[in-house]
């Protein structure tokens, strides 16, 4: 039986136990030891919210060419406990290879084919169980054609900072589950030998978190206050790990209330700061959001998604939050919204966003979710090109009007001490200088004023882009991390009848965008929430209603080989 698939679909490998055994170590290292032989990887997780316990599972995909989406195919499962067939049973088929200790395997059934590995014996002959994850790994390599020799440097590297003896013991850990796993190779024929890419081996290997924190950094963000909040501390995180090398001030806020307030008041000094929250934390920032709008102060927030109500699925993924971000915060005033679909769109909108921010005045944010965050793979190394971080800062004289009437909406943006001017702002309808008023008129003149924005921003939309068959009569359209997802299943499905509209910028909606809807003769929106939330605005926004909506809220990600089948069975 072969329990792999050919070089040009790749190997799908699934790592499943309990939190605290070690997964995470196995999939890091295995990843960047699949790297290193030149192969294309893929890896995004699915975990409860416990510290141990419970039952989690790690997806890694390598092929030879791209892959950049969750597929719920499994070709080998490793299973470290036994409540791995519960959890993946409708994952798992006869194709697929589970490998695991005696014990493990006695709760599969009949369900795929088996190969019993003794992980914690050869651990033990090693002298301890912490080994036990590296000769899982040894196997996987074997499996997987792989030659033991090519995990030698990258295991080097993962454990550097251990003794010698440590590095020496994993090495050896690897060389007896790469041995173990001999004969299983050979009776299933699971062997995948692919060529090394070098190219592979130069691209980055990064997550969505540090591709938003990239971007930002980018952007010339200089200040991130917030408080930590699942999936989005990640980007806090990493931001607070780059703030000695690049000038970056990080606060972990007492509250999300204060974290916003922090931001809104370094971008009145004159520094370039970011917020990253999820949907609660984001809903107690709506009074901020609200103050920038009436302060026409440049913002710039993160909210990783995730399933709510309330706490909701901590640890699960959604596209819930789109009408929070879109009217967050009392009154009316423009926003602008984002949602990349790429590690490389992650890192290019969190740069635009905040010359976005300066430039427009307004909050501008950046939706992801859980899938989007951990997901990694290899990709190109993100590009500098054209990067303009001027500030749209205005030195004052002794007359300056920071809220003058513009025809564009947009008034010149001074910052205390730069100039001889008095930068007057505050939370209250205002005049041209800054002071209160509750001149009725000029309450129609300043909102009016703001709202002007909306227009002016046209010019700097992200525009939608199109993938698939150029002659399309079917249209998928989709927005934010569902972009590799969508492309994948519309390839799988063999259709050259369907192409996908992948929006970047949910708000404003580029109007440009009904003309490529219109051609379609079918339509359909995909989106992971239950309202079709994104459906709702585009009929807001374009005046546009699709023929079908496809939805999925129960946390986990599209997945792009059953939505293949959809595919085929809706168009």
């Not at 901590?314 to 790429?342: N, V």
């Not at 501008?364 to 971080?389: A, H, P, R």
């Not at 010019?459 to 989709?478: F, H, K, M, R, W």
């Amino acid at each position: 039986m072969n329990a792999l698939r050919d070089k040009n679909a790749g190997v799908s490998i699934v790592l499943c136990g309990q939190a605290g055994q070690g997964i995470q170590t196995v999939e890091k290292l295995l990843t960047s030891i699949l790297k290193a032989s030149g192969w294309n990887v893929f890896a995004t997780k699915e975990y409860m919210s416990r510290i141990r316990g419970g039952t989690n599972s790690t997806l890694i995909r390598a092929g030879a060419g791209p892959v950049r989406s969750f597929i719920n195919r499994i070709d080998v499962l490793a299973a470290l406990d036994k409540s791995a067939g519960g959890h993946l049973a409708k994952r798992i088929s006869p194709h697929t290879l589970i490998m695991g200790e005696k014990e493990v395997l006695e709760g599969f059934g009949d369900k795929g084919s088996f190969f019993e590995a003794g992980f914690s014996q050869a651990a033990k002959d090693l002298g301890g169980k912490v080994y036990a994850n590296t000769v899982a790994v040894g196997a996987l390599l074997r499996l997987l054609g792989i030659p033991a020799e090519k995990g030698k440097e990258p295991l080097e590297k993962f454990f550097a900072g251990k003794s010698d003896e440590i590095i020496e013991k994993n090495q050896q850990a690897l060389k007896k589950g790469f041995e173990m796993a001999e004969k299983p190779a050979e009776d299933f024929g699971a062997g995948l030998k692919l060529s090394g890419e070098p190219d592979v081996q130069g691209k980055m290997l990064v997550n969505g978190a540090q591709a938003v924190g990239l971007g930002a950094l980018a952007g010339g963000c200089n200040f991130i206050s917030s408080y930590p909040m699942s999936p989005s501390t990640a980007v806090l995180a990493f931001l607070a790990q780059q703030g000695g090398q690049f000038g970056l001030l990080a606060e972990q806020a007492e509250d999300e209330i204060a974290a916003v307030n922090m931001a809104i008041g370094a971008w009145y000094a004159g520094a370039r700061a970011m917020i990253t929250t999820s949907g609660g934390g984001f809903a107690l920032m709506g009074e901020g959001v609200s103050l920038a709008g009436m302060m026409e102060s440049p913002l710039v927030m993160h909210a990783a998604q995730r399933p709510g109500p309330a706490t909701g699925l901590p640890t699960r993924t959604e596209q819930g939050d789109l009408e929070l971000a879109l009217y967050s915060g009392h009154g009316e005033f423009p926003r602008i919204i984002l949602a990349p679909g790429t590690l490389s769109e992650a890192f290019s909108l969190a740069k635009k966003a905040f010359n976005l921010a300066d430039k427009y005045q307004v909050p501008v944010i950046i939706l992801t979710d859980q899938y989007f965050m951990d997901s990694y793979y290899n990709t190109e190394t993100f590009s500098l090109e054209g990067l303009d971080n001027s500030p749209h800062i205005t030195e004052t004289d002794k007359d300056y009007l920071r809220y003058r009437l513009t025809e564009n909406g947009i008034s010149p943006r001074g910052v205390p001490g730069f100039g001889d001017g008095l930068v007057c702002q505050d939370s209250d309808e205002h005049d041209e200088q800054g002071r209160i008023t509750e001149d009725l008129e000029l309450r129609v003149k300043m909102n009016d004023k703001r709202l002007k924005k909306l227009e002016a921003a046209k010019a700097d939309y992200v525009q939608p882009s199109l993938e698939g068959a150029e002659d399309y009569e079917n249209l998928i359209i989709c927005w934010g991390s569902n972009y590799n997802i969508v492309k994948e299943a519309i390839e799988l499905s063999e259709r050259g009848d369907t192409a996908m509209l992948h929006f970047s910028q949910v708000y404003p909606t580029p109007e440009d965008a009904l003309a490529a809807i219109k051609k379609a003769k079918k339509t359909a929106v995909l989106e992971n929430n239950a309202t079709g939330q994104f459906a709702k605005l585009l009929k807001l926004q374009l005046d546009f209603e699709p023929d079908e909506k496809i939805l999925k809220y129960d946390g986990l990600p599209f997945a792009a080989d059953t939505l293949s089948e959809k595919i085929n069975e809706m168009f």
